[in-house]
Structures are given as structure tokens and as C-alpha cells.
């Protein structure tokens, strides 16, 4: 499970399912990752680093290929090829397990959170990128996170969206995101945990 929600957030499964990878700026992440990957499937990928990112943030990429594996995974439910373009939602399996759910959320906020602690009261917020045809989709997958957060007992804001340059290929895109309500920082903090 915890492989899939990585996949769901800085991971990639090739559209053409003939690799799939992570993708990090922590080679220890990478390292947490592959020991999952061994793990379950008894299988070994290969690194390779500084491969993406801008200026000084370098980002590294474990990566496997096994087509076998790529097919198991879509079954699952992870979104192949760029999922700012694809409608996806957390599959049923996971959202409807509240073990699972919250684990997928913890995975979430590991990739996609963050923290601004350099004011009064600390922000930790959540985003993802869209594309603007699917917004609507982009909204409901976030509505779902938010509803995992509700059920345990954290609130959060309604979601902001914003615009950002559009892709090299011209598509236009938008930022999604919400934050967790201060007063229910520590909450959050008890409950889902804070990996940054």
C-alpha cells in the first residue's frame, strides 16, 4: 500500500507500463522506497541521480523495470503516464480503509506537504497541479484527502486554486491547494504524522 501512495504523489508509472519510479531530493527516501520494493516484490532497480529539478535543487530517481509489476500496479489503481493530465481518484481499496487511508495521507503530505514554521502560527498545507479540463477532477481528489483528515478529527480550509504557467506543450494549468486549520496543527501532527 505504501509503494502505491508513493506512486500517487512523487512517483511516475510510465504510460507505455514498462518502468515506474520515485522521485526525490532525499537519497534516504529513495532508500526507504527501494527497501519496500525488495521487499515486495523481490526486485531490484537502479538509481539515478541528479536526474531532474532546477539549480542547486537536485532531484534523484530510483527506478524499476518490470512490466509485470507496472501491469500489477495500474490494476491497483495508480494512474499511469503524467497525472496532471489524468483523471484519477484513491482507489476504494484505500479510501474506504481507514488504516489504509491514513497512511495514504501521511505518504501525501511526505511528497506533496508542507511546513511554513517562520511565523506566529505554523501552516501546513497540501498542493497538487491540474490540468484546467480537469480541474474538477483535481478538486474531488483533494475533497477526498480533506475528508480522510475529517475523520480524524482535523479540519481543514476549503481549497484555493491558483494559476501557474502553463506546460511546454501549451496545456493550462492550476495549483490546488488547502491547509490544515491552525488550531488543528497538533492534532494533525498526533494523528497523521509530520515526515519533513
Not at 516484490?41 to 537536485?58: E, L, P, Q
Not at 487511508?101 to 501546513?124: D, H, V
Not at 480522510?148 to 496545456?171: A, F, H, M, Q, W
Request: proline content about 3%.
Amino acid at each position: 500500500m505504501r509503494i502505491i501512495s508513493y506512486l500517487f504523489f512523487d512517483g511516475h508509472l510510465y504510460k507505455d507500463l514498462k518502468c515506474f519510479f520515485l522521485s526525490s531530493k532525499s537519497v534516504s527516501d529513495l532508500k526507504n522506497f527501494e527497501r519496500l520494493i525488495d521487499k515486495k516484490f523481490n526486485i531490484r532497480g537502479k538509481y539515478y541521480f541528479n536526474d531532474g529539478g532546477a539549480g542547486k535543487n537536485k532531484t534523484h530517481k530510483y527506478r524499476v523495470f518490470s512490466r509485470k509489476i507496472c501491469r500489477e500496479l495500474e490494476s491497483l489503481g495508480v494512474p499511469k503516464g503524467s497525472k496532471t493530465i489524468k483523471e484519477y481518484l484513491i482507489p476504494d481499496w484505500i479510501f474506504f480503509n481507514k488504516k489504509f487511508a491514513k497512511e495514504f495521507t501521511k505518504i501525501a503530505y511526505l511528497c506533496e506537504g508542507s511546513m511554513k514554521e517562520k511565523r506566529k502560527n505554523p501552516r501546513i498545507s497540501i498542493n497538487m497541479c491540474k490540468s484546467e479540463q480537469l480541474l474538477q477532477n483535481g478538486v474531488d481528489f483533494m475533497n477526498q484527502i480533506r475528508g480522510i483528515l475529517k475523520e480524524n478529527g482535523i479540519e481543514t480550509t476549503p481549497i484555493g486554486v491558483y494559476s501557474i504557467k502553463p506546460r511546454k506543450d501549451g496545456t493550462k494549468v492550476k495549483i490546488l491547494r488547502f491547509r490544515i486549520k491552525t488550531l488543528h496543527n497538533n492534532n494533525f501532527i498526533k494523528k497523521i504524522g509530520w515526515l519533513k
